[in-house]
């Protein structure tokens, strides 16, 4: 496929001829002194010209490797209820609103804990419980907390959840039932939302976010890119994210789904996504940029390898809710290759 | 649902594609032609219609396999 081919031409991070003045200031303010880059001056990074793409995923491999370390942390997830959610991110093949070959469907709690068990497995210390939902309801939270207990019985890692919108009871539940991690993501750009998504609004979405955050859950909340958005648009999401102080910021990049308003919709450019990648990890020096959905399509195998090299830290191990990811052993051996240690578990709580 | 299918949901042999839902002679061209794209999709997504019946199926993904239920045509899995 071109596009990965593209992409991989950025293989080498020698050094180049020329300098690139964003790039001399990200070395002094991210690199040196651990402050991300603005609004403004992630638009020049997103603007850099493709022979300076080498030295802007260098530097954001050094800022990962300085502020973040070597490590990455290898997780796995899972939807509990597929399909039929009453909201219309037109991205999703899981809304029940469009004409999409996805159907419904529950998954029981001894498949759940096996899921669990196989992604343990792989090294992985993160497991994300997902529903797709406007927001859980009480057969919902039953059902989460059952499968909460089940896998801490059976199974050494985290447990993670993305319900969707909480009230504040739901966010105090699962903070004490022991989820350590909640999903809940951003998707895109404040000003590009309503192009989106018009069943909720931004503000909904931030406000779950701020909660979690409140109750001592770790934030994990994420891009989906190539939707159409501006490069401007871009760059204010990274900033918008990075003033949230997310623990994790899941990287995804559009998958058009056939019967979505996005269907048609082209794969984002292989070069403009480690463009981004570059750039959310100049904007949050410290947080988890984890690898998610659609680089496979995107990046292709070498893209996935520039990605590590290039400031991602973290990946989602094997498939994702409804469509296939590269085999696990697949990265498992991409990162033994390149020395990157996979994360040890740590019980957060 | 009882059996399990030997399909795997791939474009060959089967009336119905996979992924699309659409017979495999319903193309402009040959199936091969016809449904190549949705062939190259099905490497990295599961099914999601019945190759016998066209039925959309129950799919469940989990991180390391998946299965596909068709109501009458039992259970697929990679
Ligand atoms: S809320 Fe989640 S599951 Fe529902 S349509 Fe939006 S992205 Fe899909």
């Known amino acids: 496929m071109t596009i990965q081919a593209d992409a991989s031409e950025a293989t080498s991070h020698a050094t180049i001829p020329g300098t690139f003045p964003i790039l001399e200031t990200g070395r002094q303010q991210v690199l040196e002194d651990g402050i991300g880059l603005t609004q403004e001056q992630l638009e020049e990074v997103l603007r850099l010209p493709d022979e300076a793409l080498p030295a802007a995923l260098q530097l954001a491999h050094e800022v990962r490797l300085k502020h973040c370390g070597e490590d990455v942390e290898v997780e796995g997830i899972i939807s509990i209820k597929t399909g039929g959610c009453p909201e219309d991110c037109h991205f999703c093949s899981q809304s029940g609103l469009f004409d999409s070959p996805v159907r419904g469907v529950w998954l029981d709690i001894p498949e759940l804990v096996k899921a669990a068990k196989e992604t343990a497995a792989t090294g992985a210390t993160e497991f994300c419980i997902v529903a797709a939902v406007r927001g859980p309801d009480i057969k919902l939270m039953n059902q989460i907390k059952f499968a909460i207990d089940r896998i801490n019985e059976e199974v050494d890692i985290n447990i993670a959840c993305s319900l969707g919108m909480l009230t504040q009871r739901q966010v105090d539940q699962l903070a004490e039932w022991g989820v350590h991690r909640y999903n809940h993501n951003l998707e895109t750009a404040r000003s590009y939302f309503p192009e989106v998504v018009t069943t909720h609004s931004y503000e909904e979405r931030l406000e779950t976010c701020n909660m979690v955050k409140a109750a001592g859950m770790e934030l994990c909340c994420g891009a989906l890119i190539g939707m159409g958005e501006t490069l401007e648009q871009r760059a204010e999401l990274a900033a918008q994210l990075a003033a949230l102080e997310p623990h994790e910021v899941p990287l995804n990049f559009l998958n058009p789904r056939p019967g979505t308003p996005l269907e048609n919709q082209g794969i984002m450019d292989g070069k403009d996504a480690l463009r981004a990648i570059a750039a959310f990890r100049l904007a949050m020096p410290r947080t988890v940029l984890r690898y998610a959905g659609g680089r496979e399509l995107t990046l292709g195998d070498l893209g996935t390898r520039n990605g590590l090299l290039g400031g991602i830290n973290a990946v989602i191990v094997g498939n994702y809710l409804t469509t296939l990811g590269r085999p696990a052993t697949a990265d498992l051996n991409l990162l033994v290759e390149l020395n990157m240690p996979i994360k040890e578990l740590q019980k957060t709580l | ?78």
């Open chain 2, 1 to 78: 649902m009882t059996g399990v299918s030997v399909s795997t949901g791939s474009t060959s042999g089967a009336g119905f594609c996979g992924h699309c839902g659409e017979p495999y002679d319903g193309g402009d061209g040959p199936p091969s032609y016809a449904h190549r794209e949705c062939s190259e999709r099905l490497a990295m997504e599961p099914p999601r219609y019945c190759a016998a019946c066209r039925r959309r199926m129950k799919v469940q993904v989990t991180p390391l396999g998946w299965s596909a239920e068709c109501s009458r045509h039992g259970v697929l899995v990679p």
